[in-house]
């Protein structure tokens, strides 16, 4: 914001947070029904709310939630879901499918770029989430990312097995152990729904260039051209 007071010539602004304001698990009641569960998840909530009380000094503003972005030159996590899905170590847990609310990055760009060009009358202190409209199904992603890359489709495995591993990635890492496959954590995370609501978004943007599939065939292409 200073920045922008100093430079004199900025007519909006986007402010970047996360989703991290809000846990995994959480689902807000309204815009700003925070519920941070991590340190950087707090640094976001403080952002926001200075932007919402300070920002409207030097120019007209609006925030974008980014979700969890995934797509060609990616890195962890979400490389390594297609590295488990490519070795066939990605497997599927009967009854637990969730729902989530991905962006695919060439979508995500697309968003970013129209709401940069809306009529500040309509974006001016909006708030919106970059994120596919529809929410992934776990399964039918990882699913479609098997047969993007040629492989077999993941099979399912017994939940009490994958408590089991995950309890002991818990061990590994309190012993120092690094680049665990799975821990409680990451289990908890990986079956709980994400799904948020992505209106105010689809209203400014309108209808976004990739659909699943062909956002994963471009992904798929470009990881097998990195050697994999």
């Given at each position: 914001?200073?920045?922008?007071?100093?430079?004199?010539?900025?007519?909006?602004?986007?402010?970047?947070?996360?989703?991290?304001?809000?846990?995994?698990?959480?689902?807000?009641?309204?815009?700003?029904?925070?519920?941070?569960?991590?340190?950087?998840?707090?640094?976001?909530?403080?952002?926001?709310?200075?932007?919402?009380?300070e920002?409207?000094?030097?120019?007209?503003?609006?925030?974008?939630?980014?979700?969890?972005?995934w797509?060609?030159?990616?890195?962890?996590?979400?490389?390594?879901?297609?590295?488990?899905?490519?070795?066939?170590?990605?497997?599927?847990?009967?009854g637990?499918?969730?729902?989530?609310?991905?962006?695919?990055?060439?979508?995500?760009?697309?968003?970013?770029?129209?709401?940069?060009?809306?009529?500040?009358?309509?974006?001016?202190?909006?708030?919106?989430?970059?994120?596919?409209?529809?929410p992934?199904?776990?399964?039918?992603?990882?699913?479609?990312?098997?047969?993007?890359?040629?492989?077999?489709?993941?099979?399912?495995?017994?939940?009490?097995?994958?408590?089991?591993?995950?309890?002991?990635?818990?061990?590994?890492?309190?012993?120092?152990?690094?680049?665990?496959?799975?821990?409680t954590?990451?289990?908890?995370?990986?079956?709980?729904?994400?799904?948020?609501?992505?209106?105010?978004?689809?209203?400014?943007?309108?209808?976004l260039?990739?659909?699943?599939?062909?956002?994963?065939?471009?992904?798929?292409?470009?990881?097998?051209?990195?050697?994999?």
């Amino acid at each position: 914001m200073r920045a922008i007071e100093a430079c004199g010539t900025v007519s909006h602004t986007l402010y970047a947070s996360s989703r991290l304001i809000f846990a995994i698990d959480h689902e807000p009641k309204s815009t700003f029904d925070y519920h941070p569960s991590t340190p950087y998840g707090e640094s976001k909530v403080m952002g926001e709310e200075l932007v919402r009380s300070e920002a409207s000094q030097f120019s007209s503003w609006s925030i974008v939630r980014p979700t969890s972005i995934w797509g060609p030159w990616f890195d962890t996590p979400y490389r390594d879901f297609f590295d488990m899905v490519a070795k066939g170590r990605y497997v599927k847990f009967k009854g637990r499918d969730p729902l989530k609310s991905f962006g695919y990055v060439g979508n995500v760009v697309h968003q970013i770029s129209e709401i940069l060009k809306a009529d500040t009358e309509i974006t001016n202190e909006g708030v919106y989430w970059l994120s596919d409209y529809e929410p992934l199904r776990l399964s039918a992603w990882a699913d479609s990312v098997a047969k993007s890359l040629g492989r077999r489709p993941p099979r399912y495995a017994p939940w009490l097995l994958a408590r089991a591993a995950a309890r002991l990635g818990d061990l590994a890492t309190k012993v120092g152990v690094d680049r665990v496959p799975l821990t409680t954590f990451r289990l908890n995370n990986l079956v709980t729904n994400m799904v948020y609501d992505t209106s105010a978004t689809e209203g400014v943007v309108g209808p976004l260039p990739y659909d699943m599939h062909t956002a994963v065939q471009v992904t798929a292409d470009w990881y097998k051209s990195q050697g994999h």
